[in-house]
C-alpha cells in the first residue's frame, strides 16, 4: 500500500484527546481488523510515515510496538513491517460494533460523530439560504393528496418536473424535452450512473487534473485509467486533450466547465467550441458537471458544453444541493433521448426512483430559481470578501486568484506540502483538503481548497486556526529541512 493511499485512510486520526501514538495505533487497529489495510500489506517505513503524519519517528515506533504486542503486525529487522493474517472471530467480533471504515473520512466523523469543536473546512457545502420564504418549501395539502394518488415509483423522475427541468436549460439557451431528462439523487448518484454506463474495467478516462476528488473515487471504484489533462485560468487546456487523443482515445472525458472544482475556473466559448469538435470527431462520450453552474461570482455564464455538441453523447449533470441546500439530494442528468433510457434502467437497479416528496419540493423550489441565483449571487460575493479579507489580515504570503463562481478558493502556500500542513492543521481543529486528494497524479502538493461559502464565525476561527496551524509549520521548517516531524 502506499503512502498516500494510507494516509487518506487514517483521515483526522489525530483530532482526539490523548497521546498521539496511542491515538495512530488505534486508528491504524481499525483500518486492519475492518479490512481496509489487508493482511499482506507492508507498512511504510518509519521515518517515511512520521514525515508524512508530521509527527515524530518515535510516535510511528510506539504506535508500532503496541500493534506489534496485540499481533495485529510483524516487524523484521532488514524485510520491514507487514500487517499479519487475523483469525475470523477476531475481525468479526471487532466489525460488530465498528461504525465502519468511512467513520475515518473528516466528512462522515463530523455526521456520524458531530465533535464539538472541530471546524470542517474540507467539504463543499452551501450556508443557509438566508432571503427565501420556508413556504416554499412546503407543499401544499392538494400537491400531498395528489401524490398519495401515486404508486410512488417514478424511475425517471416526477413527469411534471422533467418539464421543469427542461424549461430551467431552455432558459439558458440550450434546447431540451422532458424526455432528454433523468431525476437523480443528487449530482454524485448522477455521475455514478453516467460513468456505470460506459465505464469498465481498464477503460481509459480522461480528466481534469486536478478535479473534484468525488469523480476520481468514483472512477477508480470501477477501476479506469485516468488519463490527466490540465487546467489553466480559461480552464481544461483543449490542446493538451487533442495531443492526448493522438495517443489513446478515451472511453470518457470528464470535466467541470463552469466553475470548476476547485479552481473557480470558466472554460471558455472557445474551449468549448473545441472540446465539442474533439468530441464529435473521435467519438467519445463526455460529461459535463455543472453542479456549480448556478453560482457566479463575476462575468457572465456561457451556453452549456452541450449546446456546442447537439445531438451527441453530451450528459450534462447538475442538482438543486448547491443552489437551494446540500440536504434536498435531488439532482438530473440532460443527455439525447436513447442515453435516457439506458440510464433509467440503471437507476432502477440503484433506488427504483427517487423520492416523490423530495421532487415534488424540488419541483415548487425551481419556481424561484432566479430569486435564489441573486441571494447566492450577494452571499458569495459578500463571502468572498470576507475570505479574502481575513486571508491577507492572518496568512498574508498564502496565494490564490479570484474565482469567476464556485465557493472554493485554490490556494498556494508559499512553501511546503499540504498534505503535511492539513496534519498539523488537524491539531489545531480544522480540516482542510490539500491538492493531492483533488489530483490524479498527486501533484499539486502545495495548493489546498478552501471553502467560503460558510458561516462568516465558523469562516473566521477555521482561518485563525490555519494560520496558527501554519505558524508552527513555518517555524519548523525554519530549525532544519527535516524537522516539520520533530516536535509531534
Same mark, same amino acid.
Given at each position: ?77 532488514? !524485510?520491514?513491517?507487514? +500487517? ?40 463543499? +457545502? ?13 407543499? !401544499? ?91 489553466d485560468q480559461e480552464g481544461l487546456r ?29 472554460? !471558455? ?91 415534488? +419540493? ?56 499540504? !498534505? ?19 489530483? +490524479? ?34 517555524q519548523l521548517a525554519r530549525e532544519k ?8
Amino acid at each position: 500500500m502506499d503512502l498516500i493511499t494510507l494516509v487518506k485512510i487514517l483521515g483526522a486520526w489525530s483530532h482526539a484527546p490523548g497521546p498521539l501514538y496511542r491515538l495512530l495505533a488505534q486508528t491504524l487497529r481499525r483500518a486492519i481488523l475492518e479490512g481496509d489495510i489487508p493482511p499482506g500489506t507492508r507498512l511504510p517505513a518509519e521515518r517515511m510515515l512520521a514525515e508524512a503524519l508530521a509527527v515524530s519517528r518515535n510516535t510511528v515506533i510506539a504506535a508500532y510496538d503496541l500493534l506489534q504486542q496485540e499481533d495485529l503486525i510483524t516487524r523484521q529487522h532488514g !524485510s520491514g513491517t507487514w +500487517v499479519r493474517s487475523l483469525p475470523p472471530e477476531k475481525i468479526d467480533g471487532y466489525r460488530s460494533t465498528s461504525n465502519g471504515s468511512l467513520a475515518r473520512s473528516p466528512l462522515f466523523e463530523m455526521l456520524l460523530n458531530e465533535p464539538q469543536d472541530l471546524v470542517d473546512l474540507s467539504t463543499g +457545502v452551501p450556508g443557509a439560504l438566508n432571503g427565501l420564504s420556508l413556504e416554499a418549501f412546503t407543499l !401544499s395539502e392538494e400537491t400531498l393528496a395528489s401524490l398519495l394518488t401515486t404508486p410512488g415509483y417514478a424511475p425517471l423522475g416526477l413527469l411534471e418536473l422533467r418539464h421543469s427541468i427542461a424549461h430551467y436549460f431552455e432558459h439558458a439557451g440550450l434546447p431540451t424535452r422532458a424526455e432528454q431528462i433523468l431525476v437523480t439523487s443528487g449530482a454524485q448518484q448522477a455521475l455514478s450512473l453516467a460513468a456505470t454506463l460506459y465505464v469498465q474495467r481498464g477503460d481509459i478516462v480522461m480528466v481534469e487534473n486536478p478535479t473534484f476528488f468525488g469523480a476520481l473515487d468514483t472512477f477508480r471504484a470501477l477501476g479506469a485509467r485516468l488519463i490527466p489533462i490540465p487546467v489553466d485560468q480559461e480552464g481544461l487546456r483543449a490542446d493538451v486533450l487533442q495531443q492526448a487523443l493522438g495517443t489513446g482515445l478515451p472511453r470518457l472525458l470528464y470535466l467541470t466547465p463552469t466553475f470548476h472544482n476547485p479552481t473557480g475556473t470558466l472554460l !471558455s466559448p472557445a474551449r468549448r467550441r473545441a472540446v465539442a469538435s474533439l468530441a464529435k470527431k473521435f467519438s467519445f462520450p463526455v460529461i459535463e458537471d455543472n453542479a456549480f453552474a448556478d453560482l457566479n461570482i463575476i462575468g457572465d455564464v456561457p451556453l452549456s458544453l452541450a449546446s456546442y455538441a447537439p445531438g451527441e453523447a453530451v450528459l450534462t449533470l447538475s442538482s438543486m444541493n448547491k443552489l437551494f441546500w446540500q440536504g434536498l439530494r435531488v439532482g438530473w442528468i440532460r443527455a439525447p433521448e436513447a442515453l435516457i433510457t439506458r440510464l433509467g434502467r440503471l437507476k432502477v437497479i440503484a433506488d427504483l426512483g427517487t423520492g416523490s416528496l423530495t421532487q415534488a +419540493v424540488a419541483l415548487q423550489l425551481l419556481k424561484h430559481v432566479d430569486e435564489v441565483k441573486a441571494i447566492r449571487h450577494q452571499q458569495l460575493q459578500d463571502q468572498l470578501n470576507l475570505v479574502t479579507t481575513l486571508l491577507q489580515e492572518y496568512l498574508p504570503d498564502w496565494m490564490w486568484t479570484t474565482p469567476s463562481g464556485g465557493f472554493f478558493l485554490w490556494v498556494c502556500l508559499p512553501f511546503g506540502s499540504a !498534505s503535511e500542513f492539513a496534519q498539523i492543521a488537524l491539531r489545531f481543529a480544522v480540516v482542510v483538503t490539500p491538492g493531492t486528494v483533488m489530483s +490524479v497524479d498527486d501533484s499539486h502538493h502545495q495548493y489546498l481548497r478552501l471553502p467560503f461559502l460558510l458561516p462568516s464565525d465558523a469562516l473566521e476561527k477555521g482561518i485563525q486556526r490555519l494560520a496558527q496551524a501554519w505558524n508552527v509549520y513555518t517555524q519548523l521548517a525554519r530549525e532544519k529541512p527535516d524537522s516539520l516531524n520533530a516536535i509531534f
